[in-house]
């Protein structure tokens, strides 16, 4: 279900704005509905989440109906409906990563992050959790940090611990 | 050393520019295509080299092809399907990072042959640096003159864009890509019509995985019927393996398909054995939607003969004995490792990539993940095994796309031939929290091999 976060409204600024409009040039002219997935990828990228004002912005600029963009960011996993951390670690939690120590990782960040899954950490800084399947199971365990989706791969304990440091240390 | 078509040069340094690809050999495939062949030649040769499709099917690329409705003044569309989402699968993800050039090159070849003007690469959403990184090689290849308007000067036109996806497994089903490439939700479609009839934009559209374009490269430059003399049977040509799991050198490898799985797991040409000194439990051969096999039913047949990397050989013996070739997930399970526990995984990753539409699938995988979940944890019950293979069998078949398939076959394989670990987690809820059952029934030889029912 769709829970309503946030009623602010947004501004897409100029920049964003023009990268939209290189994005709708790829498709036929009728059929500009094919920019909504990378274009929530955009929003996502700029506000780090994909609020609802967000989407009926881009429904505007897309010249379809609100639901369209509402059907779409909630089927997708990758939309984040709420906030997250500045720094959202996405750790594969699928059968190969599982079999050379995924589910420690995870149980590690809780530990040292001090929040559950989902939840974003109180410096605002960090939010994690488990994804499905990211296509690196020869080099796991892995996870990604959106919203550049930079890759670390054959996680160990330590590795995870020198990554949060370096991410504070920002 | 096995022949490589695909990763040949993958150590070369800079093999991801322009002009490191060129340097060796890169898109001489273009020039003999666009200059010396018309686009029948092409899907001919294609059809000679028996190449099948690469993604998990199988299915002949060069019949697909030829599927290709034509009708006159409608746009035609080539789509590359790198959705790379199948558990244990990670070659795409692999071949883009490091040679990009190979995909794009193919994805002109075969542009040019299927007489599309625009072609895109729909990519999984989380490889953002893999887009990055095509992105960079298609601005660089049409710096280059080979993409844009009138190619080499053949007055052929071609515009190649990527498109990322946003997080879904079933957007790797073809019409569901589709779908998720028009916008939407990614919710396959009832087919007939197939894509060669009504695909993108309801126009005739091809769906190729990566690995079965960057193969139309070695095609052409040597001709299909040299592809085709590599390989066994009609398992031709070569394919790259992704492996994972508890292996001394997991990666990916590119084999001669007809590989015996022995070598390929145990030699230190591919993954130099099972990690840390133990022993082989079970694999899964082609990615998690395809059985799951104990150890000595991956080595050998059920004959005794040895199992050999190749469409024919895995699936020989059927779902009793055999399992698929797949995409080429070879994922391999020490002896430490819980069945259960890896059958639960999976079932929670069918559940949650379900896209809703079927309630086979829809309810189903939900009913497998807690039932399995319930077992694993120490809460099941002796008739929780038969109704997990009730509610498996209740699913297979009954779906618009084969991800009701893909889950079902998990579970069933796993009680198919280990049934004697389910109920030992049962029996002994206790010890089956801090204990594993371990391979001892599994050791055994082929003829004692615990293959339980088929139905």
């Known amino acids: 279900m769709l829970k309503i976060e946030e009623q602010k409204p947004v501004v897409f600024s100029s920049e964003l704005l023009a990268k939209f409009d290189d994005v709708i040039t790829r498709y036929p002219e009728d059929k500009s509905k094919s920019a909504l997935l990378p274009l929530l990828h955009l929003v996502q990228a700029e506000f780090l989440w994909v609020s609802t004002s967000a989407m009926d912005k881009v429904a505007e600029y897309l010249k379809i109906q609100p639901i369209e963009v509402y059907e779409v960011a909630t089927f997708y996993s990758m939309y984040f409906l709420k906030p997250q951390g500045k720094y959202a670690l996405e750790v594969c939690r699928t059968g190969p990563c599982c079999l050379v120590g995924a589910e420690k990782i995870l149980d590690h960040l809780e530990h040292k992050l001090g929040v559950k899954e989902g939840e974003v950490t109180d410096d605002g800084l960090f939010s994690f959790r488990g994804v499905e399947c990211l296509a690196a199971c020869g080099f796991g365990p892995v996870l990604q940090i959106s919203p550049e989706y930079t890759f670390y791969e054959n996680l160990t304990v330590a590795s995870v611990d020198k990554l949060i440091e370096d991410l504070k240390n920002k | ?455």
């Open chain 2, 1 to 455: 050393m096995s022949r490589k078509l695909l990763l040949e040069h993958i150590n070369v340094p800079g093999i991801n520019t322009l002009e490191v690809y060129r340097q060796k050999g890169g898109y001489r495939a273009v020039e003999k295509a666009l200059k010396t062949l018309t686009p029948e030649e092409i899907v001919e040769e294609v059809k000679k080299s028996g190449l099948r499709g690469r993604g998990g099917a199988g299915f002949p690329t060069g019949m697909k092809w030829s599927f290709l409705a034509k009708p006159e003044g409608v746009a035609r569309y080539l789509v590359c399907n790198a959705d790379e989402s199948e558990p244990g699968t990670f070659k795409d993800r692999y071949l883009m990072t490091h040679i990009p050039h190979a995909l794009i090159e193919g994805m002109i070849v075969a542009s040019f042959a299927l007489g599309a003007k625009v072609s895109y690469i729909y990519v999984r959403g989380e490889m953002m640096p893999q887009i990055r990184i095509l992105e960079k090689a298609i601005a660089e290849a049409k710096a280059a003159g080979w993409l844009g308007k009138n190619i080499l000067g053949t007055g052929y036109d071609l515009e190649l864009y990527v498109q990322p996806g946003g997080g879904a497994y079933i957007c790797g089903e073809e019409t569901a890509l589709l779908e998720s490439l028009e916008g939407k939700r990614g919710n396959p479609r009832i087919k007939p019509p197939f894509p060669a009839i009504a695909g993108l934009y309801g126009c005739p559209t091809v769906v190729n995985n990566v690995e079965s374009i960057a193969a139309v490269v070695p095609i052409i430059n040597d001709g299909g019927e040299e592809y085709a003399k590599i390989g066994i049977g009609r398992s031709t040509g070569t394919k790259l393996i992704s492996a994972s799991g508890n292996l001394v050198k997991p990666g990916v490898y590119e084999i001669e398909l007809g590989l015996p799985v022995e070598e390929f797991i145990y030699s230190d040409e591919y993954c130099g054995g099972i990690a840390n000194g133990k022993k082989l439990k079970a694999t899964v051969a082609g990615g998690s939607s395809v059985p799951v096999l104990p150890a000595n039913l991956t080595l050998k047949l059920a004959n005794g003969e040895p199992r050999l990397m190749s469409y024919e050989s895995l699936s020989e013996g059927g779902f009793a004995t055999g399992t698929m070739l797949g995409s080429g997930g070879f994922i391999a399970f020490d002896e430490d490792q819980c069945i259960v526990r890896n059958t639960w995984n999976f079932s929670r990753f069918y559940h949650h990539e379900s896209c809703g539409q079927c309630s086979p699938c829809r309810e189903g995988t939900g009913w497998m993940e807690k039932v399995l979940h319930k077992i694993e944890h120490g809460h099941g019950k002796m008739e929780d095994v038969d109704l997990l293979w009730d509610i498996q069998r209740k699913i297979e078949g009954n779906t618009i796309c084969p991800l009701g398939d893909a889950a079902a076959w998990p579970v069933a394989s796993a009680i198919r031939h280990f049934r004697d670990e389910f109920e030992w987690h049962i029996k002994e809820p206790i010890k089956s929290q801090t204990q594993n059952y371990g391979i001892a029934n599994y050791a055994a030889p082929i003829e004692k091999a615990p293959v339980t029912e088929e139905k």
